[in-house]
T-cell receptor, first 115, second 113 residues
Framework: DAGVIQSPRHEVTEMGQEVTLRCKPISGHDYLFWYRQTMMRGLELLIYFNNNVPIDDSGMPEDRFSAKMPNASFSTLKIQPSEPRDSAVYFC?????????????FGSGTRLTVV | KQEVTQIPAALSVPEGENLVLNCSFTDSAIYNLQWFRQDPGKGLTSLLLIQSSQREQTSGRLNASLDKSSGRSTLYIAASQPGDSATYLCAVRPLDSSYKLIFGSGTRLLVRP
């Protein structure tokens, strides 16, 4: 298995532009998570999906952030408009079933820089 | 509110030394605890997962222990190597209905040749 695949690896954009981050979870994993990592706040959960349905989006910082999972093999995290304080590393993770005490597999992350 | 603390924040040791990384959490109501490794500019690699009913898990030179009642976990690395240099993060999954992981801020390890 290729693991959790995220794209792009790096993104540099100007303030005000729309940014879309992409994630392909491991096949058969029913849960998908989006995390953000910053120096100040560490790793924080933004949103997670179960069987393509958003379950908890309480970590999404503002209405500028939105996430979708149109099918079991693809998810997007969109920021519109982007701001410099959104600069961070965004990770996607998937899990087969947290209820069974399985762990989480993380992607390599997307490093976003908003200038 | 669950809080996870890792001490020390940074550690530098000579190659070959055995070392212990510490993780503490404030609420013992957890499903499991997971240790990750993060290399600079890279993603997180899962090292060990300890279920709440378990006391320890081992993988190669790594051994993780869990004392749920006292809210502590340790990651023991035997015979450290320069390739072990990375940031080590622990994360707990609370027992509540949420599936979010609560992460510590990590211990940055440097193993000197």
């Amino acid at each position: 298995d290729a693991g959790v695949i995220q794209s792009p690896r790096h993104e540099v954009t100007e303030m005000g532009q729309e940014v879309t981050l992409r994630c392909k979870p491991i096949s058969g994993h029913d849960y998908l998570f989006w995390y953000r990592q910053t120096m100040m706040r560490g790793l924080e959960l933004l949103i997670y999906f179960n069987n393509n349905v958003p379950i908890d989006d309480s970590g999404m910082p503002e209405d500028r952030f939105s996430a979708k999972m149109p099918n079991a093999s693809f998810s997007t995290l969109k920021i519109q408009p982007s701001e410099p304080r959104d600069s961070a590393v965004y990770f996607c993770a998937s899990s087969p079933s947290p209820d069974r005490n399985y762990g989480y597999t993380f992607g390599s992350g997307t490093r976003l820089t908003v200038v | 509110k669950q809080e996870v603390t890792q001490i020390p924040a940074a550690l530098s040791v000579p190659e070959g030394e055995n070392l212990v990384l510490n993780c503490s959490f404030t609420d013992s109501a957890i499903y499991n605890l997971q240790w990750f490794r993060q290399d600079p500019g890279k993603g997180l690699t899962s090292l060990l997962l300890i279920q709440s009913s378990q006391r320890e898990q081992t993988s190669g030179r790594l051994n993780a222990s869990l004392d749920k009642s006292s809210g502590r976990s340790t990651l023991y690395i035997a015979a450290s190597q320069p390739g072990d240099s990375a940031t080590y993060l622990c994360a707990v999954r609370p027992l509540d209905s949420s599936y979010k992981l609560i992460f510590g801020s990590g211990t940055r390890l440097l193993v000197r040749p």
